[in-house]
Nanobody, 123 residues
Framework: QVQLVESGGGLVQTGGSLRLSCAAS????????MAWFRQPPGKEREFVAA????????FYRDTMKGRFTISRDNAKNTVYLQISSLNPEDTAVYYC????????????????WGQGTQITVSS
C-alpha cells in the first residue's frame, strides 16, 4: 500500500510560482509511474502531467505545456510539480497519484491518491 502526501500549495498572486511536492511511502517508489491531477472548484478532475518511473520521460496536458514541469527524485521518494506564471484559472486542489506500469492521463487507471493540496491564485 502506497501513501502519498502532497505539500506546497497555498495562496499566491497572479504571475507567481509554486513548487508542489508529493512524498511517497509504503512501497518501492521507483516502481511507480507518477502523475498530477487537479480539480478546479465546481469542475471535474483533470490531468496535469505524468512522469515515467525512471524520470527520463514526461508528458503534459496540451494546455499546460510550458508552465508546468513534473520531476521526481527516486532517492527521496518524491515527485514535484513546478508551476510558473500562475493565474486564477489554476486555482484548484492538486492531487498526486501513482500506478504501476506506464503513466497515463486517465485518472481511473491510477491506484493510489494523495489527499490533495489547495492552490488559490488571487487576481
Amino acid at each position: 500500500q502506497v501513501q502519498l502526501v502532497e505539500s506546497g500549495g497555498g495562496l499566491v498572486q497572479t504571475g507567481g510560482s509554486l513548487r508542489l511536492s508529493c512524498a511517497a511511502s509504503g512501497g518501492t517508489f521507483s516502481e511507480y509511474a507518477m502523475a498530477w491531477f487537479r480539480q478546479p472548484p465546481g469542475k471535474e478532475r483533470e490531468f496535469v502531467a505524468a512522469i515515467f518511473r525512471s524520470g527520463r520521460s514526461t508528458f503534459y496536458r496540451d494546455t499546460m505545456k510550458g508552465r508546468f514541469t513534473i520531476s521526481r527524485d527516486n532517492a527521496k521518494n518524491t515527485v514535484y510539480l513546478q508551476i510558473s506564471s500562475l493565474n486564477p484559472e489554476d486555482t484548484a486542489v492538486y492531487y498526486c497519484t501513482a500506478k504501476t506500469g506506464v503513466p497515463t492521463s486517465t485518472a481511473t487507471a491510477y491506484d493510489y491518491w494523495g489527499q490533495g493540496t489547495q492552490i488559490t491564485v488571487s487576481s
